[in-house]
């Protein structure tokens, strides 16, 4: 749903949308540019959408066909009725590229949850990568065997209360301002335009957010950073990181086995590039390098 707004900001370069059956689900895939011209898949962080990536994509200097999916249970993107998986981001990954490019590795970017899945893919399937590049997604703080019962535990909890139900807007403008409120950076032009594109509207009228509000119950399993390290020290491909000047997620920080240093460590071919001034979104933050920085690690491949 696109609602025309008042002062929301007006693309450069109009994405479309199609569908596309991934595994089960009716998949939402936003395209920009000409068809013909060198592919770029970026995939979006948790609570998010592919127009996230509508102003960096405005930014390019050359020509690209950008494809983005909203990832399943987000955006317009069917919901998975038994609930959400980390392993089915990277196997719905897998399948969109069989789609998108079957005969050739691709150049793919993703920030947050996204960037993970790019990254933790890169090493699994790295034959299917060309180059890889991850926003502000770096793995999150590990999970220890001994946490396990306690976090199954806690996930048979959540699947025996109610979904939880989303908070409503009155309009377009009150969810633009909560995005401002969360992010000091986001002009509200910005603001205005997504949220025209991630909401859906009630049968009353008010407007909620389009992901499923089920992604608020956890994962069924630990976040293991020495798996996550197994899967980088595959990737093949050259590797760019671009990341905040605050490490997120915070807990992050209180891993003294696996820092954010031992992570980078991991990749044996990555540049990396912390931004000032910026927090968790730095595509939005910072819309001007972070396009730049993508745009001339990407078209070294060409």
């Excluded at 317009?76 to 079957?102: F, I, K, R």
């Excluded at 034959?127 to 793995?139: H, I, K, M, N, T």
């Excluded at 990396?272 to 968790?280: C, E, I, K, M, V």
């Amino acid at each position: 749903m696109n609602d025309i707004i008042d002062g929301s900001y007006t693309p450069r370069i109009p994405s479309i949308t199609r569908r596309v059956e991934i595994r089960g689900l009716g998949y939402n895939v936003r395209e920009w540019g000409d068809p013909s011209a060198p592919l770029l898949v970026l995939v979006h962080g948790h609570r998010d959408a592919s127009s996230t990536f509508q102003f960096i994509v405005d930014l390019f200097k050359k020509d690209w066909r950008v494809v983005s999916p909203d990832w399943r249970g987000f955006g317009h993107t069917d919901w998975a009725p038994h609930g959400y998986w980390y392993q089915d981001y990277v196997a719905d990954l897998d399948a969109l590229l069989e789609v998108l490019s079957p005969d050739a590795p691709v150049r793919l970017a993703g920030h947050s949850l996204g960037g993970n899945i790019s990254n933790v893919y890169a090493g699994v399937r790295p034959e299917r990568v060309a180059r890889v590049c991850s926003l502000d997604g770096f793995g999150l703080r590990t999970g220890k065997a001994e946490d396990a019962p306690g976090h199954l535990e806690k996930f048979l909890a959540a699947w025996r209360q109610p979904t939880p139900t989303p908070r409503p807007y009155p309009d377009v403008t009150a969810m633009a301002e909560r995005l401002m409120a969360a992010n000091g950076k986001l002009d509200r032009p910005r603001a205005l335009f997504l949220a025209a594109h991630q909401h859906r509207k009630l049968d009353d009228g008010s407007l909620v957010w389009s992901f499923d509000p089920a992604h608020s119950r956890p994962f069924a399993t630990l976040h293991r950073v020495d798996e996550w390290g197994a899967c980088w020290r595959r990737i093949e491909a050259p590797a760019l990181w671009i990341s905040s000047d605050r490490v997120f997620p915070p807990s992050m920080q209180k891993d003294s086995e696996y820092t954010f240093e031992w992570r980078l460590q991991q990749v044996r071919d990555v540049s990396f590039h912390r931004l000032a001034g910026t927090g968790h979104n730095v595509h939005h933050d910072a819309p001007e390098l972070v396009a730049d920085l993508i745009e001339e690690f990407m078209a070294s491949s060409l």
